[in-house]
Nanobody
Framework: QVQLVESGGGLVQPGGSLRLSCAAS????????IGWFRQAPGKEREGVSC????????YYADSVKGRFTISRDNAKNTVYLQMSSLKPEDTAVYYC????????????????????WGQGTQVTVSS
């Protein structure tokens, strides 16, 4: 069974850090781009970050540039999202998925058309 499972969320104070994990099973992650998305209560789902399979191209939303870092460990079949300098507006449920590429267009298409999202992992930034 092909599956992506998110983990690593939790409650953190503003300015703190968290590392989210996206673990793949049933396929070799090395061949795919992996993107992170998030959705806050009352807001639309948005693309946050993406890493191409060739590891040479990345995407970050303007709101997280300089604070978030995406990486992969192919030996562990896992993609990570290191989040630093967290803000209350980062509070959301975070999901990972495999878009066809890491272009803005590809991320937007997946955001709008994908119906099979996992459970995600909750990130809450609050004092």
């Amino acid at each position: 069974q092909v599956q992506l499972v998110e983990s690593g969320g939790g409650l953190v104070q503003p300015g703190g850090s968290l590392r989210l994990s996206c673990a793949a099973s049933g396929f070799t992650l090395d061949y795919y781009a992996i993107g992170w998305f998030r959705q806050a209560p009352g807001k639309e789902r948005e693309g946050v970050s993406c890493l191409n399979s060739n590891t040479r191209n990345t995407y970050y939303a303007d709101s997280v540039k300089g604070r978030f870092t995406i990486s992969r460990d192919n030996a562990k079949n896992t993609v990570y999202l290191q989040m630093s300098s967290l803000k209350p507006e980062d509070t959301a449920v975070y999901y990972c998925a495999a878009p066809p590429s890491c272009t803005v267009q590809a991320m937007n298409i997946m955001k709008a058309t994908r119906t099979s999202w996992g459970q995600g992992t909750q990130v809450t930034v609050s004092s």
